[in-house]
């Protein structure tokens, strides 16, 4: 079935610096998704891609669909101590309504 | 506008019960898809439900159900508990559930089965 690799699996950074993680796929997808988890809560939305190319912001955070169809990164600019939490990415596949595929997650933890 | 709610917050079962959850889903929402978050397999597809119908199905057995209402509120059933169900049902609602409409979840259910 379709599968997304992501990595690094966890990260233990410097307040202040960048962040870098990325998914990869045997697999096309159309859509692209990066979520923030918080400790007993539901994924957040952070930013969608949509096209195969597409470099998107929201504020710190950029990200981009990458131009196969079968990668995405998430950039963190500037790190800061609530940056802390797991981030995945999620893609979906034209005709599959509703289900998003997740990579396993990327444990980020910030040292002040 | 209100957000994704899930009741209840948290519930524990023995094995061999069974349980239902709830998800309310955002107003004029249509689309709400059920995850299950365990930390040996992540978050992995349950179904989606679209006015009324389940439209697509992940991979797990029968006795994980769902259906859902004309209000769009949908519910879960998992029958016949086993230790291994212990986790987060996350609950997420779009528009249409399309490739270009956000998915918004809610905080979740922990379930744990003793």
């Known amino acids: 079935g379709q599968q997304l690799n992501q990595s690094p699996q966890s990260m233990f950074i410097q307040e202040g610096e960048d962040v870098s993680m990325n998914c990869t796929s045997s697999?096309?997808?159309?859509?692209w998704l990066w979520y923030k988890q918080d400790p007993g809560e539901g994924p957040v939305l952070l930013i969608a891609?949509?096209?195969?190319?597409e470099l998107t912001s929201n504020g710190r955070l950029t990200a981009q669909f990458g131009i196969t169809r079968k990668d995405s990164f998430l950039n963190i600019s500037a790190s800061i101590p609530s940056d802390v939490g797991i981030y995945f990415c999620?893609?979906?596949?034209?005709?599959?309504?509703?289900?998003?595929?997740f990579g396993q997650g990327t444990t980020l933890q910030v040292k002040p | 506008k209100a957000g994704v709610t899930q009741t209840p917050r948290y519930l524990i079962k023995t094995r061999g019960q069974q349980v239902t959850l709830s998800c309310s889903p955002i107003?004029?929402?249509?689309?709400v898809s059920w995850y299950q978050q365990t930390p040996g397999q992540g978050l992995q597809f349950l179904f989606e439900?679209?006015?009324?119908?389940?439209?697509n199905k992940g991979n797990f057995p029968g006795r994980f159900s769902g259906r859902q209402f004309s209000n769009s509120r949908s519910e879960m059933n998992v029958s016949t508990l086993e230790l291994g169900d212990s986790a987060l049902y996350l609950c997420?609602?779009?528009?249409?559930?399309?490739?270009?409409?956000?998915?918004?979840f809610g905080p979740g259910t922990r379930l744990t089965v003793l």
């Open positions: 107003s004029g929402h249509r689309s």
């Open positions: 999620a893609g979906l596949i034209a005709g599959n309504t509703g289900k998003l595929i």
């Open positions: 439900y679209f006015s009324e119908t389940q439209r």
């Open positions: 891609l949509y096209k195969a190319g």
């Open positions: 697999s096309i997808f159309n859509t």
């Open positions: 997420a609602s779009s528009s249409t559930g399309h490739l270009t409409d956000t998915q918004y």
